[in-house]
C-alpha cells in the first residue's frame, strides 16, 4: 500500500504559506510516497492578459527563483526518496499564450519550458502537460479543464466528460461526487487549494484550503480523503488533530 499527497493551486507567489508549509510538514509526517503539485504551482501574474495591480507588478524570472526556492525546494528536502509530480495548470498556459500573441518567433526556444523555467531537474520533479494525466492505481489525476460554480459540481462535470474516476484541482474547492454504474461504484474529487484567500479579482471567494491523501492498494484500488484545513486553524487525519 502506497500513500500520495496531492495539493493544488499553489499560484506562488500568492501561496497561503501558512498552509504551504503545513502541507510540506504533512506529507513528511505521513512518509509520503508520492507527491502531486497539481497544477497551477506559479500564477504567472506579470504574463497573465488581466489588469495588474502596480503594487504586485514584478519580473516573472524574480517570481520562478523564489518559487523554486519556497516551494520546490523545502517540499524536495521533507521528502528527499518521494516520487514528485507537477501537472500542467491553466496558470502554466498563460506562458504559451504570452508567447503566442507577443513573441511567436520564440515559440520552441528549449529554455522557454514549463520544466526549464521551473527547473525540475534540479529537484527531481517530473512534469506532465495539459493532455496527461497522472495514474494513482486507477485514479486518475489531472488538473482540470472545466469549472462549476458549486463544490464538487467541477468533480462531476469532468467524470461526466472523461468517465472514469478523478481528482482535479482548479477550482479551489474541495468536494466529491460519486455515481454507480453497471461496472461499480465511481468517484470524482476536487483537491482544494494552497493559495491565498486574498484575491484581488473576487472579494469574497467560495473556495477551500486544503489537501487530498490518495491511498493505493497495489490490485490499483484506492482511496480518497480530503483534508480541509478547518477554521483556518488545523486539520484531522488519521485520527489526529493536527495544528497548522
Not at 503545513?22 to 512518509?31: L, Y
Not at 490490485?219 to 484531522?236: A, C, K, Q, R
Request: glycine residues 8%; aromatic residues 12%.
Amino acid at each position: 500500500m502506497k500513500t500520495f499527497v496531492v495539493g493544488s493551486d499553489l499560484q506562488f507567489p500568492y501561496t497561503d504559506m501558512r498552509v504551504y508549509t503545513a502541507f510540506v510538514d504533512f506529507c513528511k509526517r505521513v512518509k509520503a510516497d508520492g507527491v502531486v503539485i497539481n497544477g497551477d504551482a506559479n500564477d504567472f501574474y506579470s504574463v497573465s492578459t488581466f489588469d495588474k495591480d502596480p503594487a504586485r507588478a514584478r519580473r516573472l524570472v524574480d517570481e520562478l527563483e523564489l518559487m523554486q526556492e519556497n516551494v520546490f525546494r523545502p517540499l524536495r528536502k521533507a521528502v528527499p526518496r518521494a516520487r514528485i509530480w507537477l501537472t500542467e495548470g491553466n496558470h502554466e498556459d498563460r506562458l504559451r499564450r504570452y508567447i503566442w500573441k507577443n513573441a511567436p518567433a520564440l515559440e520552441g526556444l528549449p529554455g522557454l519550458t514549463i520544466p526549464k523555467l521551473y527547473n525540475l531537474e534540479e529537484f527531481g520533479i517530473k512534469y506532465a502537460p495539459a493532455d496527461v494525466m497522472i495514474n494513482l492505481g486507477k485514479l486518475k489525476v489531472f488538473h482540470g479543464h472545466l469549472i462549476s460554480q458549486h463544490s464538487a459540481g467541477t468533480a462531476m462535470k469532468h467524470f461526466q466528460r472523461h468517465g472514469t474516476s478523478l481528482l482535479v484541482g482548479h477550482s479551489h474547492r474541495l468536494g466529491a461526487f460519486y455515481k454507480t454504474t453497471h461496472d461499480g461504484v465511481h468517484g470524482a474529487w476536487e483537491g482544494g487549494c494552497l493559495c491565498s484567500m486574498d484575491a484581488e479579482y473576487e472579494n469574497f471567494p467560495n473556495w477551500q484550503q486544503g489537501w487530498a491523501v490518495v491511498t493505493v492498494q497495489p490490485s490499483g484500488l484506492f482511496h480518497v480523503e480530503l483534508v480541509p484545513i478547518i477554521n483556518n486553524d488545523f486539520i484531522v487525519f488519521g485520527g489526529r488533530e493536527w495544528r497548522i
